[in-house]
């Protein structure tokens, strides 16, 4: 190898260095394989979201972010986006950590949230979505170009209502929808998110990813298969439901599976 090579390597790989070094989130360093925690600010849209049934609006949001090792902020990512379920105060942060980060990061995605210090009086889906519209506004300040990169909504139970029902309020504040992942749910709120926020016809071609629990009494079987079709009749075209052998709970296997399928249908 010349000596003229063996420079342009070295000066990639030491650009290569720099550029993961010098990742920032939201002025916070970004701690490849594990989480990075900042404060961010409210728009004023999102302060009017999260004011939604009374609730005070904070002066600030905190936004966590996932990445695998080797994240490099100059590629393009798939962003898991997960929403949580109001039971047991759980916070869209919890369920980054419990149930989507270690699938997610396996499957070369990236998990963020967006959430506050502490619990809303009321915890209404405009608290979730200004919460979440901050995080996803501060991915996008941090890191250029990362408004194309394609979102996947996620939620569990009651989170998977709000997924179905914020997923399109997210298509319409800009964002590209690669994809929908709904598990332990019972009621169709995806198709409700549709009539009220009007994201378009080309937003019933987004994939909708459906995880049923054989022994799940809260969700069951019979009552996930009537989601699904209510979300076809709605004309929602590009749908899967997939049964796992557990009760009311989360699969990461069933979450890397919707992550290789959605990562397929927007390449």
Request: aromatic content about 8%; proline content about 6%.
């Amino acid at each position: 190898m010349d000596r003229r090579r063996v420079c342009l390597t070295s000066s990639f790989f030491l650009v290569c260095a720099m550029r993961l070094h010098a990742a920032t989130f939201a002025g916070v360093p970004v701690n490849p394989g594990g989480i990075t925690q900042a404060s961010v600010p409210l728009s004023a849209q999102e302060r009017q979201y999260v004011s939604e049934g009374g609730n005070p609006a904070p002066d600030h949001a905190v936004a966590a972010l996932a990445v695998p090792q080797g994240f490099d902020p100059g590629r393009s990512w798939t962003v898991v986006v997960p929403l949580s379920t109001s039971d047991f105060q759980r916070k869209n942060r919890d369920d980054l950590r419990d149930f989507y980060m270690q699938a997610a990061l396996a499957e070369n995605c990236i998990v963020l949230a967006g959430d506050a210090e502490g619990n809303p009086p009321h915890d209404t889906a405009g608290w979730r979505a200004g919460m979440t519209l901050a995080a996803i506004d501060a991915l996008h300040k941090s890191f250029p170009g990362s408004t194309k990169w394609p979102l996947v909504i996620a939620g569990f139970s009651g989170g998977a209502k709000r997924a179905g029902n914020l997923a399109p309020l997210l298509a319409v504040a800009g964002n590209r929808i690669a994809g929908i992942f709904l598990t332990g749910v019972n009621e169709d709120r995806l198709s409700e998110g549709y009539r009220a926020f009007h994201p378009g016809a080309g937003f019933l071609r987004t994939p909708v990813y459906i995880s049923s629990g054989q022994d799940d009494h809260v969700a069951t079987p019979a009552a996930t298969g009537m989601v699904l079709q209510s979300i076809r009749n709605t004309g929602f075209s590009n749908t899967q439901l997939v049964h796992h052998p557990y009760g009311h709970a989360v699969s990461r296997s069933a979450i890397r599976e919707a992550l290789r399928w959605f990562l397929k249908s927007s390449g």
